[in-house]
Antibody, heavy 122, light 107 residues
Framework: EEQLVQSGGGLVQPGGSLRLSCAAS????????MYWVRQAPGKGLEWVAW????????AFVASVKGRFTVSRDDAENYLFLQMSSLRVEDTAVYYC???????????????WGQGVLVTVSS | DVQMTQSPSDLSASVGDRVTITCRSS??????LNWYQQKPGQAPKLLIH???TLQGGVPSRFSGSGSVRDFTLTISSLQPEDFATYYC??????????FGQGTRLEI
C-alpha cells in the first residue's frame, strides 16, 4: 500500500525551528514530485513547497522563502520540511503529499500524509 | 498568481439532492483543475483531476466539468458521507499552485 506517515509537529516559540518528516512506503520519493501543504486552524489549504524527482527543482510560497527548506533522504525514503524563524502565522496543520509526476505535470495530489500540527506561540 | 474563487462558500442540502459547486480562476488555466474533499480532522482526498477525470475508487456520483476559467463539481445524488468541505486547485500557472477558499457542504 502506498502511504505517507508524518511526524515532527509540536509547539515552538516564535523565531524557533522545527523539522517535519514524511515517511513514504509503497513507492519511491525519488520517482515523485512531492509537496508540502498547510492549513491554518479553521482555514483553507495553502501550498507551501515542492521538490521534484531529482531534488534539483524546489519552490516555496513567498511567505516562507528563505525560512523553510525541503530535503529528502532517498535511502530511508523520507521527505523533510525544515522550518526556521517561525512566526505565529505559520501555525497550521502541515501535510506532505505526492504529486502527479507524469508529463505534462498535472499537479494533483493523490496521496496525503495524515498531517501534523505546528503551533508557534510564546 | 492565479486566484481561485469557489461558490458558494457554504451550501445546505439533503440526502439525495443534486448539488453543484463552481470554481472560477482569475486567469485561464486550461483543464489544470483538481477537486478535493476534506472531512473534519482528515487529510484532503483527491476526487477529480484534470477538470473531469475521476480518481480511482471515487464513486461515479461525483463528476467534474469545465475548462479555461470556469469549472464545476457535481454530486448527482448526495449521500450522508458526502457532507464535507470541497476545494478546487489549479496547477497551470505555477508556482504557486493555488486552492479555492473551500465550499462547506452541510445537511
Amino acid at each position: 500500500e502506498e502511504q505517507l506517515v508524518q511526524s515532527g509537529g509540536g509547539l515552538v516559540q516564535p523565531g524557533g525551528s522545527l523539522r517535519l518528516s514524511c515517511a513514504a512506503s509503497g513507492f519511491s520519493l525519488s520517482d515523485s514530485w512531492m509537496y508540502w501543504v498547510r492549513q491554518a486552524p479553521g482555514k483553507g489549504l495553502e501550498w507551501v513547497a515542492w521538490m521534484n524527482q531529482d531534488g534539483r527543482e524546489k519552490a516555496f510560497v513567498a511567505s516562507v522563502k528563505g525560512r523553510f527548506t525541503v530535503s529528502r533522504d532517498d535511502a530511508e525514503n523520507y521527505l523533510f520540511l525544515q522550518m526556521s524563524s517561525l512566526r505565529v502565522e505559520d501555525t497550521a496543520v502541515y501535510y506532505c503529499a505526492r504529486g502527479h509526476s507524469g508529463y505534462p505535470r498535472r499537479g494533483y495530489f493523490d496521496i496525503w500524509g495524515q498531517g501534523v500540527l505546528v503551533t508557534v506561540s510564546s | 498568481d492565479v486566484q481561485m474563487t469557489q461558490s458558494p462558500s457554504d451550501l445546505s442540502a439533503s440526502v439525495g439532492d443534486r448539488v453543484t459547486i463552481t470554481c472560477r480562476s482569475s486567469h485561464p488555466i486550461s483543464d489544470y483543475l483538481n477537486w478535493y474533499q476534506q472531512k473534519p480532522g482528515q487529510a484532503p482526498k483527491l476526487l477529480i483531476h484534470s477538470a473531469s477525470t475521476l480518481q480511482g475508487g471515487v464513486p461515479s456520483r461525483f463528476s467534474g466539468s469545465g475548462s479555461v476559467r470556469d469549472f464545476t463539481l457535481t454530486i448527482s445524488s448526495l449521500q450522508p458521507e458526502d457532507f464535507a468541505t470541497y476545494y478546487c486547485q489549479q496547477h497551470y500557472n505555477t508556482p504557486p499552485t493555488t486552492f479555492g477558499q473551500g465550499t462547506r457542504l452541510e445537511i
